[in-house]
């Protein structure tokens, strides 16, 4: 990590304590509220729970911190990813996507944006190094991407992409910002799944933009009040709490990961491993340039589908599950979603069990199969 993100990570845990009058109470209070107390003209207060809430708020400023840009809360990570592409895109502007990120965006794409007029392309992320944004309004950048693990030069597709006129969009959830920091690299918008690392618990959805865009911003909250994708304050708390432990989460995590990354190195259970932080893996000198960790995701590729459930199903501190990011390690077959890996291909997501009885867990379901 280095010193700027640690140092943001220390200044997190005191954010609220700037707000506090004597007799307060230091953890932030929830408020549940649709109606605010609003005599005379509005303005400059919270006037309608649809357009402001405190609890969101003090969620935004942690996220700002984070960020070091603007930041808006929304009820998830596809909420926050539909709120840019809506903000953001006309009838007749071109859209790239990755074809091997993150499914959902596809869909919507596919299914919603392509009617609205806006023409939709998809492209491998492998293949952004070889540039190509020429007529492009908004190209979609997801680095290390989910599940494969490739990555994305951010500094240089995003100046690519700002100079061929468009906007450059990076999905951070796989990394947060304590792991890599798009907007200090060059792009001009951050969304990001909060319901994975920063909930952490597997208890929460939610998601954010940030972006040091004014006319972003300004556009992309002006979506979420008029559409009403709304975060709810209970939510919003949850996160806010959850926040307040994640640099302590995301390095065990991290540590964890690459620590049993290089002990699965040529185990012969394994057809194909990939972890940025192995010095061997295609993305290696890519990560250690624009990521500060190397990230808590293993994707490991077994012989076939039944030992790929095999090894899941056999192993006492995997949960089996979709998702990521929580302090319980979980993996599953991406290929069940019908995502473009191979059937034995499992994405392992790395909690924060200790590492050593992690590890031997991992190892003795391994060897079984
Ligand atoms: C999970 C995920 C999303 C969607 O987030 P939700 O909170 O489920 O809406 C978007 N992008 C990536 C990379 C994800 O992993």
Same mark, same amino acid.
């Given at each position: 990590m280095t010193d700027d993100i640690a140092d943001r990570a220390a200044r997190l845990l005191h954010l609220r304590q700037q707000h506090l009058a004597k007799g307060d109470p230091v953890p932030l209070p929830i408020t549940p509220a649709s109606m605010f107390h609003l005599p005379g003209m509005p303005g400059g207060v919270p006037g309608y729970g649809r357009m402001d809430n405190p609890t969101w708020d003090a969620v935004e400023e942690m996220l700002t911190l984070l960020e070091a840009a603007p930041s808006l809360l929304f009820p998830s990570g596809m909420g926050a990813i539909s709120a840019v592409m809506m903000a953001c895109l006309n009838a007749g502007d071109r859209l790239l996507l990755p074809s091997d990120g993150y499914y959902t965006p596809r869909v919507l794409a596919d299914r919603f944006l392509k009617n609205y007029g806006i023409e939709i392309e998809e492209r491998p992320t492998a293949s952004f190094a070889a540039g190509g944004f020429e007529g492009f309004a908004m190209v979609f950048i997801e680095t290390p991407s989910n599940p494969g693990l490739d990555l994305v030069d951010i500094a240089q597709v995003s100046a690519e992409v700002?100079?061929?006129? #468009?906007?450059?969009?990076?999905?951070?959830?796989?990394?947060? *910002?304590? #792991? /890599?920091? *798009?907007?200090?690299?060059?792009?001009?918008?951050?969304?990001?799944?909060?319901?994975?690392?920063?909930?952490?618990?597997?208890?929460v959805l939610a998601g954010h933009v940030s972006s040091r865009s004014e006319a972003i911003i300004d556009a992309v909250r002006s979506w979420r009040t008029l559409s009403g994708g709304i975060t709810g304050p209970f939510e919003a708390w949850m996160l806010h709490r959850s926040l307040e432990t994640l640099e302590v989460r995301f390095d065990r995590m991290c540590t964890s990961a690459g620590?049993?990354?290089?002990?699965? /190195?040529? %185990?012969?259970?394994?057809?194909?491993?990939?972890? *940025? #932080?192995?010095?061997?893996? *295609?993305? %290696?000198?890519?990560? /250690?340039?624009?990521?500060?960790?190397?990230?808590?995701?293993?994707?490991?590729?077994?012989?076939?589908?039944?030992?790929?459930?095999?090894?899941?199903?056999? &192993?006492?501190?995997? /949960?089996?599950?979709?998702?990521?990011?929580?302090?319980?390690?979980?993996?599953?077959?991406?290929?069940?979603?019908?995502?473009?890996?191979?059937?034995?291909?499992?994405?392992?997501?790395?909690? &924060?069990?200790?590492?050593?009885?992690?590890?031997a867990a991992l190892k003795a379901s391994l060897d079984r199969c």
């Open positions: 700002r100079a061929a006129g #468009g906007i450059s969009v990076v999905d951070n959830t796989t990394m947060t *910002p304590l #792991g /890599q920091r *798009p907007l200090d690299l060059g792009a001009d918008v951050v969304v990001a799944s909060d319901t994975k690392a920063p909930g952490g618990h597997s208890d620590i049993i990354a290089e002990r699965l /190195q040529g %185990h012969l259970a394994l057809t194909r491993l990939r972890y *940025p #932080g192995l010095p061997g893996d *295609p993305s %290696h000198n890519l990560a /250690q340039v624009q990521m500060a960790r190397s990230g808590f995701i293993i994707g490991l590729t077994l012989e076939s589908e039944d030992k790929a459930e095999a090894f899941i199903d056999g &192993c006492a501190m995997i /949960q089996p599950a979709t998702s990521f990011g929580g302090v319980h390690t979980s993996a599953e077959r991406r290929a069940r979603w019908g995502d473009a890996v191979p059937d034995g291909f499992v994405r392992l997501s790395v909690g &924060c069990e200790p590492v050593e009885p992690l590890w």
